[in-house]
């Protein structure tokens, strides 16, 4: 089972920020925080992790509380292409143990 | 560098049936993972690979297999397929460059069982 938590679906006006908050309280120490997000059909697609400290690439931008048990996937300007599930994993680095893929969250980006 | 990239995209077979997909990994990649993606169940993982040993099993039955080639390529097989086994199949590959874990997605094969 998946262990982390992530809201269902959201809606997110194009151009505005899109805040995906994730839920990852039985996070252990040596767990990265990982975000991919699908859309519709297609594999998907790597966008953002980190460990402790928040993060931010071309993509996205990763913020982790102080205490590891959530975290909030930042997209600064959403744009249509943008609409998609997200996914938010918690997964130890070098354990060789599989992505463990729950429900995501829906985002729904609107014109 | 090229992504992950599988064959065949779309693939129609009928019940009873034996159908091998394939995957090819981000050049260096060393690891490649297969997941199966249906509706009722979301993103379950299979196996993975890593040089040409499996490395990893999911809770799937027998008659889903796989391999790995020495370039890293991998296969997976389906034998006597049944409706349940109609899904999006994936393959991931990781290990190489700065992220060496980070998994990296093909576009997956479509499989239909009839």
């Known amino acids: 089972d998946a262990k982390t938590t992530q809201p269902p679906s959201m809606d997110c006006a194009e151009g505005r920020a899109a805040n995906l908050p994730c839920n990852h309280s039985t996070i252990s120490g040596n767990e990265y925080v990982y975000w991919y997000r699908q859309i519709h059909s297609q594999g998907p697609q790597y966008i953002i992790h980190?460990?402790?400290n928040n993060e931010t690439n071309e993509m996205a931008s990763l913020i982790i509380t102080e205490d590891r048990k959530s975290s909030t996937l930042i997209l600064p300007h959403a744009t249509l292409r943008d609409t998609a599930v997200y996914y938010c994993i918690s997964h130890n680095q070098g354990g060789n143990t599989p992505l463990v893929f729950g429900k995501g969250t829906r985002l729904s980006v609107i014109a | 560098k090229a992504g992950v990239t599988q064959t065949p995209r779309y693939l129609i077979k009928t019940r009873g049936q034996q159908v091998t997909l394939s995957c090819s990994p981000i050049?260096?990649?060393?690891?490649v993972s297969w997941y199966q993606q249906t509706p009722g169940q979301g993103l379950q993982f299979l196996f993975e690979y890593f040089s040409e040993t499996q490395r990893n099993k999911g809770n799937f039955p027998g008659r889903f297999s796989g391999r790995q080639f020495s370039n890293s390529r991998s296969e997976m097989n389906v034998s006597t397929l049944e409706l349940r086994d109609s899904a999006l199949y994936l393959c991931?590959?990781?290990?190489?460059?700065?992220?060496?874990?980070?998994?990296?997605f093909g576009p997956g094969t479509r499989l239909t069982v009839l």
């Open positions: 050049s260096g990649h060393r690891s």
């Open positions: 980190g460990l402790k």
């Open positions: 991931a590959s990781s290990g190489g460059g700065r992220n060496t874990d980070t998994q990296y």
